[in-house]
Structure formats: C-alpha cells, structure tokens
C-alpha cells in the first residue's frame, strides 16, 4: 500500500517566531495528499471561496469518522495515532447540534506532542494506553480531519501499519504500536551501534539494506548478518525473507553486519574458530569458557548461549528483551517437581492431544518440555528460549512482542496451554451445572468434580487444580446458591490502604501569586472532595473554595464536582483553583476566562456564517473570576481581568497603549495597511463590522476586548462593549453562571509586546513536591491476612449482577468464597496491581508468608479430607518476583533446587546460590507452595529414561509410564 506523502508547509508564524500550525501542500501528482482546493481557515476551519464554512461537511464529519473507525483491520493498511484528549474534545466539537454555536476552529490543531518522548523527535513514550492516550484512525479519517484542522508540527504525524501476528493459528491483524527499535553496527567496529526501528512485519532483507546505506556498503558487496545477544553470545540471521517478529527480533537486539574478504573469506570466521572469552554470570559466581562462534542455523531453535558441566536445573534463561517476566514464570515452573519429574521421564508424549479445540495442536507442551531438558541436562549454564517465546506468541498474540508482561498473566496462560495440549479426554462432553438445592456439600462437591474431570483430566489437573465453595444470598428473597468451582491458583487481594499520590496545581484567586505545585495523598476510591480536604492545609484555603478543573489546550475541558470519583482524574492538567466564596452557596458568579490571540485572515473580504472575518487561537493558562449576580459595567470588567493577567501581561514601560492599536478608521479597517509577513494586518482588537465600539477601545487605550463564547472558548456568542444611558452611566453586563465563558481578544501585536510567556510559565514548588511519596515503611501483613480477605464475604457490583432463578432478575447478591479441597502444588498470586482507565499502580507492601509449614486447614471447610495425599501442611519451592514500577520493571524467581534441597536466585541468565531468609521480600508477587509429604508419581524419578528399543528403520519405541495402559509412540530422529 502506498503511503501519502504528508509534505507541510507552515502555514503561519506569529512575531515570536513560534511555529504555528501546518497544512497539506498542494505541490505535486506524485500521490501526495493534494490539498483543500477551498481555502482553510488558520486553525483549520474549511472554508469556501465565499468564505463560508462548510457546515454540511462538518455537520457530518462525526459520522464519516466513526464509520471509517469501525471499519476491520487488514494487513498492510496505515492507521493514525491521536492524542486521546484532542480526539475527545474533536468529538464534543461535533456532537454540537446547532451550527450557530459549533466552533468554527474546533479542537485546534491535531497535536500528538503528549505521545512522544522529549529527547527524540517521533518517538512514542513507553506504555501508552488505547483510549487513554490514544486512538487510532484508519488513513481516510486521517484525511479528512488534516484537511480540517492541520496539525501542530510534522512530529504529530504518527503513521502505524496494521500487522499480522506471524505464525498465529488465527487470523489476528493489530496497529503496530510500537516498532521494534534495532541497535545496528558493522565489523570490525563492533562497539558502535546506530539505532534504527523497524516494523515487526519488514523482512531481515530490509535491515540488511539500511545497513549497506547506513555503512555504504556496495550493492554488489557479500555481506552476512549477526545477532548478537551477550558479549560473546552470536547467531547467524541466515533466512532475509523472515520478518523482524519471524526472526524473534527484539528491542534494543544488536545487528552486526560482516562484510566478505576480497579473497573469499569472512573476516571473523578465523578469528572465532580460535576464540573463547570468560563467561558471563554462573552458578554461584563461577566463571568458564566458552566457544563463542556457536549458532544454530535453524532460526527458531533454543539454543545453547553458554556450554558449561552444571546441576541440573542451575541453568539460566537468555532475556530476548524485555522477555524477564517469562523466564520468572518458567524458573518457577521449572523448579515445580511433580510437573518437571513428568516432563523429564517422557510420559507426556503419550498423552499429547492434538484434537483438541481448545488446545494449541501440542505445540506449548512440546515447546515447554523441550525447554525443562535443556534447563535439567546439566549441559548449560544458560539457554536461549527463542523457540518456546515463538510458540507462545503464536497462541497468545498479548505476549508476541517485546514489551514487558505479568509474569502471573504468562503463568495462567502457560498452565492452560500445557493443559489442554496434554488433556485426555478427546472429546469433552456437555455437563449441565446444578445448583446444590440443599443438598449435602459432600455429594454436590462430588459432583461438580466428577463433571470437571470428564472434561478436563490432564497432569495440570492432577498437580496444580484446586476446588472452590461459592454461595450467593439473593438480597430479596434469599435465595442461597451453592456451587463448586475448580481453581488454579488462588488470587488474594492485600489489606492494606489503598491510596494514590496526586501531582496537581494550585492557582490562588490573588493574581500577583504564582501558580503552586504539589502533591496530595488521596484515597483511589475516593472523591473530588476528598482531594480539596488533602489540598487545603497546603494551599491554605478551606475546601469549601476550592474548584477542581481538567485543564487541555488552553481552556477547561471538565470541572469536576465534589461527588465525583478521583478515579476518573488524570495526574497531568489538574489545576485546583481557589474561587471567592463558599462553592456550594455561591454569592458570585463564577465565569471561566480564556486568552484568545486575534488575527485578521489575508482575505479581506471573506466572512464566515459566524460574522466574523478574524482567526483566534487559544493561550496562556485560563482562569476564573467572581462577579456580582447583579452585573458588572464594561470598564469594571477591564480592570477585574487586567488586574488577574498583570503579572505578566502588562504594557512596557514608556509605550502608548493607542500606539499599538493603531490603524482603524472610524471602526473600519484601513485598506491602505499593511500586512504581516504570515498575512496577518496589524489591528486592534475587534476590527471588524461586528464590533462598533472598537474605536471606544482605542481612544481609551485598551489592549484588549471581550467576547462572550462557547465552552471550547472558539466560536462567539456575543461581542461584549460598553453602553451607556443618556446621563452618561454605564449599563452592567449579566453573566451567568456555569453558562457564560469569556474570551480576552489580544490582536498579535499587542500580546507579543505585553505577553511574557517566561513570566506566565513561571511556577512555585511546594515541599510536597520533593517530599510526599508513597510509605515505604508501611506495616508488613501477613498471608493469613490475604487469604481471610479473599474470603471474605462481599457484595456484587452493580456492574455484575447474579440473575436470581426465584425473583427472575438480576441481583447485587452476597457473595462468598469457600476452600473445599487443595492442590498438590499451590499457586498463590499476591495482587499488587491496580488499574483504572486513568491509573494505574502497584503495592509494594511487604508480604510476610511462611517459607515451610503453611498451614491451610483453617481455610478448608471439607472436613471429611484426610490422609497424607490431603494433607494441609505446605512448604515453599519457588517465588515470583517483581522490582519497580507498575508497566515496567524487571522481574527474577527464587527457586528450591529438587536434588539439593538449596535456594538459588534466578535473574534471567545468572543464577546464584541463596538464604532461605532472602527469599521473602516485598518484592514477592506469585508463591508456589507443594504439600509436604506428597506421594510420589510414577515415572517421576529425574534420573527416568526412555526405554527404547532400535528398529530397522531407525526409529525408536517408547514405553510410557502414565496413568493409562502403556502406548507405543513411534518417534522420528
């Protein structure tokens, strides 16, 4: 697919030399975008040669933009990315149903610069969210709105190509986001790298000819190139028609290009047959050689990074980028010996389930077994898992990049993959669940087991499921459900206050104060008047005068009321604003104010349905004023907003105010005037027909006017001026409010000689800001703890009723968890991540959990369990970690060797010997917990093989030991 050619050309550049805003460049058929052939307002309003803007157009601009927005994605198509709050205020703008009050300018300019990083021009911030940051628009709605409204600068162009994820059993299309960032360097000099991005779906053949341009490398000249994974860690990248995600590419992956000697040869190859370098990290700090030339020419296989004599399971996972929250999740697997002891001795292989629908062909449970070999054959310090992260990716598309996941999310995932690939019923029949009916727990519970084993019966099923009480009460009519549910893992909330640090800013109503950042602690579920109550001792100021506001692109895209949800504030643009007066009881009116730069168009006879022939632009920071309900005369107007902008909007000294707003005769423009150089006359403020009393304004020396508009601040309602009586007194002007918001016109001149951006952006910190953080002395609770409030007792949320078979409705029922029968291996996943639309956080409380002797019996309610095979005691084997913040971080495993009964630390390829004592700590996210005294399984040995018998023609018979009579697998070299 073609990609337009978005040439810009600027459109207008104010007297500061600022960049103003672009638009397309008609210039050539060459397939670029051809521009309006109508004329285009300044900030973006389509105009006709009359001048008139085209309202039908606009009228169904909606419409046209959310039916292209619905259309499928399809490979190879370029969609956009927009800032989420401009593409929100764009569909306010439209949603208006009268044209008279719509906004001529509308949003303003598309402005992506809140998407991008601040070092590198085009490049996206880590961890943007969809509909939180950003949406996407297929190519056409691209069109049509930089037709309208033009963009800001070249940067807010963000064109991403819709990509297939490779080797998916689906047909799954995606917007690539994110491109994968390349570190690009040449042979001999192979500590210098260039970064280059490239998409996922461009074939190696594609960086191969970057880099012969980037290196000026000849057409002509044989070249070969290499993955470079440690310091002395390559793999030769031989098939170029692979794509980047094919080839297991990641971000920040280093390329080396090599190029052919004259004589034939390739300059490493002599250099690495010889070569070997001391190792990277290995067990318990030990250090080895290793051959470093070794690759393997199959492009997704595991290979083998470090060959080193080690105890089996001692082996380290190579991070493929950003891939840390995997080899977390497979260390602790791995170090789960009732699974790995199955997988070791074969007897998988005899119940792979390649019909299963809900399986994944056997691809997982071959992959990850391959895998457990590798980890447990003693043969390697480390191992590359490319092949098993291609086989994930192509089942699960969430985890098929290289940006950073929830190694709890993997773990789910893996166990339900590895489940259904080794499930031995073929054919799931259908089971009807029954409600209990007062029947005995013990033969409901017998039941409902009997039913999920007739559909799910696999090693998965034997180690790792668990079983769940759950009662609903109907609220009404009481109605009790019981039913048993199986579980893999237990997922436990931390009691612990829930709170959130906001970085606001304050703007006292004493104009000559400076606007006062800080930071408040709030509760996440709590309100707008809860955060005034936070802020009020800093700012000095009872709550009862203080307003909540969302402040974007210069005007007040939402005030907030006190009973709204602090969930729903973003911590960028919120502005605290101190009001006259107690806020519920307002004496005042309270009227929003916005700055407005006035231009006048290089037309000068166009004029828009709106009346007027001038462009404005919002400015500066808006602000709120309190006037009497009875009214306030013009000229007490003036003085109450130059009084609020004086501290840096003031005349200079020595100059005239009528000197700069000059050149209006009789109210009309002068034709004799000139020109600025970005086509803007220099006039007063309101020179146009509309507006009578502008040579009152210049006689008086005023340097600006005002306007009565719309909430965006961009289109009049009423041109504001004084009146008189015929002895003279002026007539007061009524504003309404929460109805009335006002404009201040400065034409350009004016503001660029009174505007100090310098003194407008000036800001005082307070110590909040330094010294407010979350509690890192917070109490340590205990597991106990956790798993008493997951039983809990709770009630449904409004958004997930329980439809009650005796009211026939939906009901907010109670609802409480029982533990009916435990696993052999226990999985406990400690909830430390929160998520709303507008944040996201994580608890780093430290959990206190018992490393040997859990006792669960206090939790189970079957009291019928007995035996050692149910036994309640629990000892630990492994733990998942998690260091740092919530969409980033890095996560390790501490994992209990099986053969030596010691603890070693696992942090990707380095794996290092331990203290029992280290192993809790507020870092801990997933807990694996075995039941002491487990029976032994058959065929678990780890010293188990193969029994084989050789053949004819060379292939080998397996003899399985499973729970099912012994099969003959027939088995390829």
């Given at each position: 697919m073609t990609v337009k050619n978005y040439n810009l050309v600027q459109s207008n550049k104010d007297d500061s030399g600022s960049t103003g805003i672009f638009k397309c460049n008609s210039n050539d058929s060459s397939g670029s975008l051809q521009g309006n052939s109508n004329n285009t307002t300044e900030n973006g309003a389509a105009v006709n040669s009359n001048g008139d803007v085209h309202t039908e157009s606009i009228m169904s601009e909606k419409e046209n933009i959310e039916d292209l927005q619905k259309q499928p994605l399809v490979e190879g198509e370029l969609w956009y990315l927009i800032d989420a709050k401009w593409f929100k205020v764009w569909k306010k703008h439209v949603e208006l149903n009268s044209p008279s009050t719509r906004s001529v300018t509308g949003p303003g300019p598309l402005d992506n610069s809140a998407l991008l990083t601040i070092d590198e021009p085009r490049v996206l911030k880590n961890h943007l969210m969809e509909g939180v940051d950003w949406e996407a628009v297929p190519q056409p709605a691209w069109d049509i709105l930089f037709e309208r409204y033009g963009v800001k600068d070249q940067d807010s162009i963000l064109p991403r190509r819709c990509i297939a994820n490779s080797g998916s059993i689906s047909s799954n299309v995606k917007i690539e986001i994110y491109k994968v960032p390349l570190r690009l360097g040449c042979h001999p000099d192979e500590d210098s790298f260039q970064t280059k991005e490239f998409s996922a779906s461009e074939k190696i053949s594609a960086i191969e000819e970057t880099m012969r341009k980037l290196y000026h490398v000849k057409s002509n000249a044989e070249v070969r190139l290499w993955q470079k994974y440690a310091m002395t860690t390559l793999e030769v990248i031989k098939d170029l028609n692979h794509t980047v995600n094919e080839a297991s590419l990641f971000s920040g992956n280093k390329i080396i290009m090599e190029i052919r000697n004259d004589d034939g040869s390739w300059p490493k190859s002599s250099k690495l047959a010889s070569a070997s370098s001391s190792s990277g990290p290995g067990v318990s700090g030990e250090s080895t050689k290793f051959h470093s030339t070794r690759y393997n020419s199959n492009n997704f296989s595991d290979f083998t990074g470090q060959q080193k004599s080690t105890p089996g399971g001692l082996c380290g996972l190579s991070n493929l980028g950003n891939t840390c929250f995997m080899n977390s999740a497979l260390q602790c697997l791995s170090n789960t010996p009732p699974l790995t002891d199955y997988l070791l001795s074969g007897c998988h292989l005899c119940e792979i389930n390649r019909e299963n629908a809900l399986g994944m062909q056997g691809k997982i449970a071959e992959s990850y077994s391959e895998l457990i070999k590798q980890l447990w054959s003693g043969s390697y310090s480390y191992v590359v898992p490319r092949n098993f992260k291609l086989q994930v990716g192509?089942?699960?598309?969430?985890?098929?990049?290289?940006?950073?996941?929830?190694?709890?999310?993997?773990?789910?995932?893996?166990?339900?993959?590895?489940?259904?690939?080794?499930?031995?019923?073929?054919?799931?029949?259908?089971?009807?669940?029954?409600?209990?009916?007062?029947?005995?727990?013990?033969?409901?519970?017998?039941?409902?087991?009997?039913?999920?084993?007739?559909?799910?019966?696999?090693?998965?099923?034997?180690?790792?499921?668990?079983?769940?009480?759950?009662?609903?009460?109907?609220?009404?009519?009481?109605?009790?459900?019981?039913?048993?549910?199986?579980?893999?893992?237990?997922?436990?909330?931390?009691?612990?206050?829930?709170?959130?640090?906001?970085?606001?800013?304050?703007?006292?109503?004493?104009?000559?104060?400076?606007?006062?950042?800080?930071?408040?602690?709030?509760?996440?579920?709590?309100?707008?008047?809860?955060?005034?109550?936070?802020?009020?001792?800093?700012?000095?100021?009872?709550?009862?005068?203080?307003?909540?506001?969302?402040?974007?692109?210069?005007?007040?895209?939402?005030?907030?009321?006190?009973?709204?949800?602090?969930?729903?504030?973003?911590?960028?643009?919120?502005?605290?604003?101190?009001?006259?007066?107690?806020?519920?009881?307002?004496?005042?009116?309270?009227?929003?104010?916005?700055?407005?730069?006035?231009?006048?168009?290089?037309?000068?006879?166009?004029?828009?349905?709106?009346?007027?022939?001038?462009?404005?632009?919002?400015?500066?920071?808006?602000?709120?004023?309190?006037?009497?309900?009875?009214?306030?005369?013009?000229?007490?107007?003036?003085?109450?907003?130059?009084?609020?902008?004086?501290?840096?909007?003031?005349?200079?000294?020595?100059?005239?105010?009528?000197?700069?707003?000059?050149?209006?005769?009789?109210?009309?423009?002068?034709?004799?005037?000139?020109?600025?150089?970005?086509?803007?006359?220099?006039?007063?403020?309101?020179?146009?027909?509309?507006?009578?009393?502008?040579?009152?304004?210049?006689?008086?020396?005023?340097?600006?006017?005002?306007?009565?508009?719309?909430?965006?601040?961009?289109?009049?309602?009423?041109?504001?001026?004084?009146?008189?009586?015929?002895?003279?007194?002026?007539?007061?002007?009524?504003?309404?409010?929460?109805?009335?918001?006002?404009?201040?016109?400065?034409?350009?001149?004016?503001?660029?000689?009174?505007?100090?951006?310098?003194?407008?952006?000036?800001?005082?910190?307070?110590?909040?800001?330094?010294?407010?953080?979350?509690?890192?002395?917070?109490?340590?609770?205990a597991l106990a703890d956790c798993i008493n409030l997951f039983l809990k007792k709770e009630k449904l949320g409004i958004n997930d009723p329980w439809f009650c078979p005796e009211c026939k409705k939906h009901q907010q029922a109670s609802k409480k968890f029982d533990i009916w029968d435990l696993p052999e291996v226990l999985v406990v996943h400690l909830k430390r991540f929160s998520y709303s639309r507008y944040w996201r956080d994580k608890l780093d409380t430290l959990v206190n959990f018992p490393v040997t002797s859990l006792d669960m019996s206090q939790y189970v309610i079957n009291r019928r369990s007995s035996g050692p095979a149910q036994s309640t005691m629990y000892d630990l084997i492994a733990v998942s970690n998690h260091y740092g913040g919530l969409g980033g971080g890095h996560y390790t495993a501490y994992a209990k060797n099986k053969l030596d009964n010691a603890w070693y630390y696992f942090d990707d390829s380095s794996v290092s010997s331990t203290s029992e004592e280290s192993v809790v700590s507020k870092a801990a996210y997933v807990l694996f917990y075995r039941r002491r005294n487990a029976p032994s399984r058959r065929g678990s040995s780890p010293d188990t093989t193969m029994e084989a018998e050789s053949n004819g023609d060379s292939s080998e018979t397996l003899q399985c030991a499973s729970s099912g009579p012994a099969s003959d697998i027939e088995m390829s070299d």
């Open positions: 192509r089942f699960a598309p969430q985890f098929s990049g290289y940006q950073q996941q929830d190694s709890q999310e993997l773990l789910a995932f893996l166990l339900d993959g590895i489940h259904e690939d080794l499930n031995r019923i073929k054919r799931k029949p259908y089971q009807e669940v029954k409600d209990a009916a007062g029947r005995p727990d013990q033969i409901v519970s017998e039941e409902a087991w009997i039913r999920h084993k007739l559909r799910n019966d696999s090693i998965v099923v034997d180690i790792f499921h668990g079983m769940f009480k759950s009662t609903l009460v109907c609220p009404d009519c009481a109605k009790i459900s019981v039913t048993f549910d199986p579980f893999c893992y237990l997922s436990v909330p931390l009691p612990v206050k829930k709170e959130r640090i906001l970085e606001i800013f304050y703007i006292s109503y004493d104009s000559s104060d400076l606007p006062l950042q800080l930071k408040v602690i709030v509760p996440k579920n709590g309100t707008i008047s809860d955060l005034c109550e936070a802020a009020s001792p800093s700012v000095g100021v009872p709550t009862r005068k203080l307003c909540v506001t969302d402040v974007y692109n210069h005007r007040f895209h939402k005030v907030f009321a006190n009973d709204e949800l602090v969930s729903s504030i973003m911590d960028k643009d919120t502005i605290l604003y101190e009001i006259p007066g107690d806020i519920n009881q307002l004496e005042d009116v309270v009227v929003p104010v916005y700055l407005r730069e006035h231009r006048n168009s290089r037309y000068g006879a166009m004029r828009s349905v709106y009346g007027s022939s001038n462009s404005t632009e919002l400015f500066g920071q808006p602000f709120l004023i309190a006037v009497p309900t009875s009214g306030t005369t013009y000229n007490e107007l003036y003085e109450l907003i130059a009084s609020k902008i004086s501290r840096y909007f003031r005349l200079p000294p020595n100059t005239d105010a009528r000197s700069l707003t000059g050149g209006v005769v009789n109210g009309e423009i002068d034709d004799n005037d000139d020109f600025d150089e970005d086509g803007s006359r220099v006039v007063p403020v309101g020179a146009d027909d509309t507006m009578k009393s502008s040579q009152d304004d210049v006689n008086n020396g005023r340097l600006f006017s005002f306007a009565l508009v719309n909430s965006y601040g961009s289109s009049d309602i009423q041109k504001l001026q004084p009146t008189r009586d015929i002895d003279g007194s002026e007539h007061n002007i009524i504003l309404e409010s929460g109805r009335s918001y006002l404009a201040v016109d400065i034409v350009t001149t004016v503001k660029t000689i009174c505007f100090s951006i310098e003194e407008a952006e000036k800001i005082e910190k307070h110590e909040s800001v330094s010294t407010v953080s979350y509690d890192k002395k917070k109490q340590t609770i």
